[in-house]
T-cell receptor, first 112, second 110 residues
């Protein structure tokens, strides 16, 4: 039981490049979330999904897109990376009716 | 606006008790969660309060007062491994979207 996994663990991009971050969970959770964490700050919700095929915007969605084609996977896309998107990105999942969110190990993204 | 306030840093001695406070102002409220995050690691769930009162889980306890928009995390018998950042987070709706505080860095001295 791997829990929540994220790939890649670390990535360096140049401004304007695109990339996709992959999150996978094997706990059959309905809800999945993408957060970003900047130094000295709490996590901020980018997008979330309450089920396969559904997504919704969170607190800071601009510059990001997401897709949830399969229940176990939640993809976060950056179409044209900007230095302001340098951050640590965490994926999390939870089951309906339970408050506990389970987090992946994070992806460290540096945009030059 | 939405905001959660918690101290940026707390220092305590190994074996002691420490309390980390959290006050919140949010548009909705379903419950208050606490998470622990070690440097370079991912947040891990500690506790959740939906109703007023104290919840105890081993050395950790969490308290909520909905009328005061206030909660705290109490850590007893502090160990060096408890050195970490602690975040309070509010569930604003039934989808368990979380609004996070900026975190409290707990420094434990021997």
């Amino acid at each position: 039981n791997a829990g929540v996994t994220q790939t890649p663990k670390f990535r360096v991009l140049k401004t304007g490049q695109s990339m996709t971050l992959l999150c996978a969970q094997d706990m059959n959770h309905e809800y999945m979330y993408w957060y970003r964490q900047d130094p000295g700050m709490g996590l901020r919700l980018i997008h979330y999904s309450v089920g396969e095929g559904t997504t919704a915007k969170g607190e800071v969605p601009d510059g990001y897109n997401v897709s949830r084609l399969k229940k176990q996977n939640f993809l976060l896309g950056l179409e044209s990376a900007a230095p302001s998107q340098t951050s640590v990105y965490f994926c999390a999942s939870s089951t309906r009716g339970e408050p506990t969110q389970y987090f992946g190990p994070g992806t460290r993204l540096l945009v030059l | 606006g939405q905001s959660l306030e918690q101290p940026s840093e707390v220092t305590a001695v190994e074996g002691a008790i420490v309390q980390i406070n959290c006050t919140y102002q949010t548009s909705g409220f379903y419950g208050l969660s606490w998470y622990q995050q070690h440097d370079g690691g991912a947040p891990t769930f500690l506790s959740y309060n939906a109703l007023d009162g104290l919840e105890e889980t081993g050395r950790f306890s969490s308290f909520l007062s909905r009328s005061d928009s206030y909660g705290y995390l109490l850590l007893q018998e502090l160990q060096m491994k408890d050195s970490a950042s602690y975040f309070c987070a509010v569930n604003e709706d039934s989808n368990y979207q979380l609004i996070w505080g900026a975190g409290t860095k707990l420094i434990i001295k021997p």
